[in-house]
């Protein structure tokens, strides 16, 4: 048989000799095609399809569309996950793409963590849906990676191995009395109202009158909100049946927000204090003095920083109008926010069988802006409650023990998504930079990322020859007994849950079950 090269030529050769057949186009074109800039420029296209190139005089041939690309393998199908990929296929033509996630269901933190009533917040599932629809991209659920497959094994299968597998663990308190009924990690209590099977068990006690929130950040207000919100508001969310019940038999009346520094340290955005402020049905409680002075420093601080305080010093200083008054007089339900205050002890029940109130230490600041700390003062107050919702920080885990982590930061070893000292190994979201920033921030992170691979791809620091991909990771899995889940499998349990929450007016009704969800796929 003729070589490849000379193949090509007498075919091409050929084809320009031959007459086209009626209503054609020819593939290179003819002088009629070359007429103008815009024919000019289409005829380009055409020969850019033709897997040729010419280099140094010489006719070249181009990898054949079936020539394996970059064997890529991402770990976690969260905003870091999928916005890692979206960048990876994106610029690079032929690479593929694997997700693995321990999971049954995709999309992390989208799912599990943004509150039932913020949908719009949801949207960018769509994108990831298109993402994971990519003939160059597949999801593999339900592998546990460190458990059902070694990072190693992946290393040895892919031309690259990202990381981004988030913070899946919360911030201990750390004091005495922390594992009295009635305290819960604001992050368990996240996972059970939003559906997160290891948390569908969770069951918290609603029917005390105050709850106290540890911490004063967005979550912390996502917990307020969901605690203080009608259960009318949310029966048309896609927050779960279960919880739903729960929350219409709570007796919670007040919420307390606390923090161990003061106004200029909140870590909430504007929007949910607004939405806080206006909630339906509820006032909140601020202690004037706790903004003493803060209106002469106002100008100087950054723009956020400065519109979130305006913000506060307003609700907590100005006298409301006469209709903003007649809903704050009519309100049933109070959150307000404890600044200067530290969690010393969760106090007891008489019986010593659950939370009964939490002693807080008074605070004070030591530095100025950001990086002022909060200082004990020596003083203590105790403040009833039947409820204690830690919400002081998420924490990522070691996945592996052959991957570099450093327990005091929780995080990954890394240099821009590099695993420093372990080449072909990257990271990507909270797992490297710390649960920090909202789903923007870990877009532009993981872009980083999958930026920092592709220029090692292309500067020949990543393995070359072929690898294997899932091939070789598929059988150990069935080796082992594990069954992946595929995202057509999802698509299945997505038109399940869609179609459960239909009868009741709710975008969906979450499966929480996994045994369930293998049943209805049929394993």
């Known amino acids: 048989m003729a070589p490849r090269c000379w193949r090509w030529w007498h075919w091409s050769a050929w084809r320009r000799t031959r007459p086209p057949p009626a209503g054609s186009t020819p593939i290179f074109g003819g002088s009629d095609e ?41 770990v976690g199908s969260g905003p870091a996950g999928f916005y890692t990929t979206q960048h990876l296929l994106k610029h690079h033509p ?17 799912r599990f963590g943004v509150a039932p009533d913020h949908p719009e917040v949801k949207n960018v599932i769509n994108t990831f849906t298109q993402t994971a629809r990519s003939d160059r991209c597949a999801f593999r659920g339900n592998v546990v990676v460190g458990r059902d497959v070694a990072v190693s094994e992946l290393q040895a299968a892919y031309h690259a ?20 009924p009635g305290v819960f ?5 996240v996972g059970w109202y939003n559906g997160l099977p290891e948390n569908r068990e969770l069951a918290p006690d609603l029917s005390c009158d105050t709850a106290v929130i540890l911490g004063q950040g967005n979550v912390a207000l996502d917990v307020a909100r969901i605690l203080l919100t009608s259960p009318g508001h949310l029966e048309k969310t896609d927050i779960t049946e279960a919880a739903l019940g729960v929350l219409r038999q709570s007796r919670v009346k007040t919420v307390w927000i606390v923090g161990r520094r003061g106004p200029l340290q909140v870590a909430f955005t504007i929007k949910e204090l607004r939405e806080m402020i206006q909630l339906p049905g509820t006032r909140p409680m601020l202690d004037p003095a706790d903004f003493l002075g803060l209106q002469d420093r106002i100008k100087e601080l950054p723009r956020q920083r400065k519109r979130l305080t305006e913000l506060l010093l307003r609700a907590a200083t100005e006298k409301p109008g006469a209709e903003e008054a007649a809903r704050q007089a009519s309100a ?38 950001e990086a002022a700390r909060a200082a004990p003062t ?23 023990p052959n991957v570099p982590f450093d327990p005091k930061l929780g995080v990954i070893p890394n ?3 590099r695993v420093l000292g372990v080449p072909g190994l990257y990271c990507s979201g909270w797992v490297k930079r710390g649960p920090t920033g909202v789903i923007a921030t870990t877009m532009t992170d993981s872009f980083l990322t999958g930026q920092m691979l592709l220029q090692d791809l292309k500067a020949g620091l990543l393995p070359s020859g072929p690898r294997p991909g899932y091939a070789a990771i598929e059988a150990l899995l069935s080796g082992r007994g594990v069954q992946p889940v595929s995202f057509s499998d999802w698509e ?32």
């Open 492 to 523: 299945k349990l997505d038109a399940e849950e869609v179609s459960r929450g239909k009868g009741a007016g709710k975008p969906r009704e979450k499966l929480l079950d996994p045994q369930e969800m293998l049943r209805l796929l049929g394993r």
């Open 332 to 369: 049933a339900r109070t959150w307000g926010l404890r600044f200067f205050r530290s969690p010393q002890q969760v106090l007891p029940s008489p019986d010593g069988r659950r939370v009964a109130g939490i002693r807080l230490a008074v605070t004070r600041l030591e530095g100025v802006g």
């Open 378 to 400: 020596g003083d203590t107050e105790d403040l009833p409650c039947g409820l204690v919702l830690s919400s002081v920080g998420y924490k990522s885990r070691p996945i592996d």
């Open 34 to 74: 070359v007429r103008d800039l815009a024919n000019a420029k289409a005829l380009g296209k055409k020969r850019r399809r033709v897997q040729m190139g010419v280099k140094l005089g010489k006719l070249q041939l181009l990898p054949e569309a079936g020539e394996q690309g970059p064997q890529i393998c991402v």
């Open 185 to 189: 990690s604001a992050r368990a209590f």
């Open 161 to 180: 191995v990202v990381l981004s597998y988030g913070a899946e663990d919360h911030q201990a308190l750390e004091i005495p009395g922390e594992e009295l």
């Open 415 to 417: 240099m821009e998504g």
């Open 94 to 110: 032929r690479a593929h793409v694997d997700i693995y996630e321990k999971q049954l269901v995709p999309f992390g933190l989208v």
